[in-house]
């Protein structure tokens, strides 16, 4: 059964900081991994997606590279904003089915 | 262009009704979603949908119903609500998943669903 974690759970940086979200999943058996960013009392805004065939995605201030044999993948947030605060979620889909699973995210809030 | 929509945004029950939630996609997608994230614990899978007129169970099913009569519309039913179902459901759809990598999940704006 696929477990997708994030660490930290909360992270607060002062605003210009380079920061990197950590997501671990036990299975590495995946079509894609993507990252979300969901504000307050919103939906999920997709950011990046990366498929199980690449190494890494950037989309401008974001990097998310996959390392599938070990299970990880990090966001990298460069030169970070106030309005880069949100919680930032992993999601796995896995070979073999049509789920995608979730980690719990991480709430990260950047101080100007 | 609405992408998915979910109707109502808000709602609150008592222990023991029932109620639906709609959602809608303007997009297309063949596969359809609902789930339902709770502090802490991230998304949940309820059910899902491959294709109009058929339905599968994900990881929390017990509870709920759906329903995929239009490719464009499935429906989240609780027959007899519970506190537990307290949460924000969301919505999610995509394009076919078999053999592909790059399908991204748009989702829906949430129903927040309060049973007393």
């Known amino acids: ?36 960013r969901q504000d307050p009392g919103k939906g999920l805004t997709s950011l990046l997606l990366i498929q199980s065939s690449q190494r890494e995605q950037t989309s401008g201030r974001l990097n998310a590279s996959l390392d599938k044999s070990s299970g990880r993948s990090t966001l990298y ?8 605060s949100a919680t930032y979620l992993c999601a796995v889909r896995s070979t073999g089915g049509f789920k995608t699973i979730f980690g719990a995210g991480t709430r990260l809030f950047v101080k100007a | 262009n609405a992408g998915v929509t979910q109707t109502p945004k808000f709602r609150v029950l008592k222990t023991g009704q029932s ?9 297309n997608h063949e596969y359809m979603y609902w789930y339902r994230q709770d502090p802490g614990m991230g998304l949940r899978l309820i059910h899902y949908s491959v294709g109009e007129g058929t339905t599968a169970k994900g990881e929390v099913p017990d509870g709920y119903n759906v329903s995929r009569l239009k490719k464009q519309n499935f429906l989240l039913g609780l ?22 990598g790059a399908n991204v999940l748009t989702f829906g704006a949430g129903s927040r669903l309060t049973v007393l």
């Not at chain 1, 477990?3 to 036990?26: D, M, R, Y």
């Open chain 1, 1 to 36: 059964k696929q477990e997708v974690t994030q660490i930290p759970a909360a992270l607060s940086v002062p605003e210009g900081e380079n920061l990197v979200l950590n997501c671990s999943f036990t299975d590495s058996a995946i079509y894609n991994l993507q990252w979300f």
């Open chain 1, 77 to 84: 947030i460069a030169a970070s904003q106030p309005g880069d």
């Open chain 2, 19 to 27: 109620m639906t939630l709609l959602c809608a996609q303007d997009m």
């Open chain 2, 79 to 100: 027959e007899s609500a519970a506190p537990s179902q307290t949460s924000v459901y969301f919505c999610a759809s995509s394009y076919s998943t078999r053999g592909s």
